[in-house]
């Protein structure tokens, strides 16, 4: 290593491409934003299988590193992480290694950064099996202790992580993400997009999920409160089965005329929908960070959003908020943000002010700090 050049290696080894959500929307923010910042430093980034062709950034100062194993075995890949990706590393001699998602080698034999977006695995709510949150919790619990830093997305996580997992406080740093929304405007693509999911206007967004912990059966629960005081369509991004029980429950509630639900929707498509929407409402009872709120507010949509975990730091004043466990106090906050017009005013430009605060040139140039800093004080010890 020389002061004035790094290389650095990226363990995207956890990536299964359209799959990971949040997660791969941070390794792609982070890495764009990493190589067009520092164009004299060297990446080497570690992807397996499935991302073998993955878009990075066609530049002479990245370069991937094809691991031969498959994140969708995700116990073939915890132990290859653990086992081989150490030797890969040494044979590449980064000076500092990075992992993305969670997890990464014990004993990395370099310098260690990895990246903690939050602990749900701890979260009843959170769909996750038993083995895998065992997983989880031991390896975060190791990595507190043979990690030389840990990254996470918010306070909440940061705080989360030093109290019930027991991470040195010393060793974690709060580095946020960003939104990478960009305002279309376009007319002809909206019509289009609304007719192709038979959505009318006026509407409400909310994402879809079957998972618990994204609340969408109070949401349905308070929509229908006031629904009769709304003229809007309740749409939901996502899939939700036929029969299941958010489909069954929006039966029983007199919905089934006023809740869309669009299934798959390529991320292009709910960038329009969501454009288009009156409201953007997330209900959520956990979220390590959440970025669609800031999606929305960069879409210029107001915010109704859940109190619950990071979601208050994230969305800042550019939200009216609501308990997310009471179906009435969700459904009063929707009538505001839907018909209070100096409200409406007033969450679109706190909300644009507010997403500026989060950009991934910043996120890029703290964690490179966090790269030199590991760098220098590895090469004074030699």
Not at 39 to 68: G, T, Y
Not at 112 to 137: A, I, K, S
Not at 184 to 210: H, L, N
């Amino acid at each position: 290593m020389t002061s004035e050049r790094l290389r650095i290696g990226l363990n995207l080894l956890y990536l299964l491409p359209a799959e990971v959500g949040g997660t791969e929307t941070y390794a792609r923010g982070l890495i764009h934003a990493l190589v067009a910042t520092r164009p004299d430093d060297e990446f080497l980034v570690f992807v397996n299988a499935e991302a073998a062709a993955w878009p990075l950034p066609s530049r002479d100062n990245v370069r991937r590193i094809v691991c031969p194993v498959s994140a969708a075995n995700r116990g073939a890949r915890y132990r290859w992480e653990q086992l081989q990706l150490p030797r890969e590393v040494s044979r590449h001699a980064p000076d500092v290694l990075h992992s993305l998602g969670y997890v990464g080698p014990i004993l990395a034999g370099r310098p260690h950064v990895v990246t903690v977006h939050d602990c749900n695995f701890l979260e009843p709510d959170v769909p996750m099996g038993r083995v895998r949150r065992l997983v989880l919790r031991s390896v975060v619990g190791l990595l507190g202790t043979t990690a030389d830093r840990l990254l996470t997305d918010s306070s909440f996580s940061a705080r989360a992580l030093a109290e019930r997992v027991g991470v040195p406080r010393e060793k974690l740093l709060v580095v946020p993400l960003a939104s990478d929304f960009q305002p279309q405007r376009d007319a002809a693509a909206f019509d289009a997009c609304r007719y192709r999911y038979g959505v009318t206007e006026p509407y409400v967004v909310a994402f879809s999920s079957q998972s618990p912990h994204k609340n969408i059966d109070r949401l349905l629960t308070g929509f229908a409160e006031v629904a009769a005081q709304l003229p809007h369509q309740l749409v939901l991004l996502g899939h939700v089965p036929p029969g299941g029980e958010l489909a069954s429950q929006a039966t029983a509630l007199g919905l089934s005329d006023r809740v869309v639900s669009t299934g798959f929707v390529p991320d292009a498509d709910a960038d329009t929908l969501l454009e288009g929407a009156s409201a953007f409402v997330f209900p959520s009872l956990y979220e390590g960070f959440g970025l669609p709120v800031l999606n929305a507010q960069r879409a210029e949509v107001p915010v109704a959003c859940s109190t619950a975990a990071s979601l208050p730091e994230v969305a800042g004043d550019g939200a009216l908020y609501f308990d997310p466990r009471h179906p009435s106090a969700i459904a009063q906050v929707l009538i505001r943000c839907c018909t209070d017009e100096p409200e409406r005013r007033r969450l679109v430009a706190a909300g644009l002010r507010n997403a500026m605060r989060f950009s991934w040139t910043g996120t890029a140039d703290q964690t490179f700090a966090v790269y030199r800093q590991l760098a220098a004080r590895a090469q004074s010890r030699r």
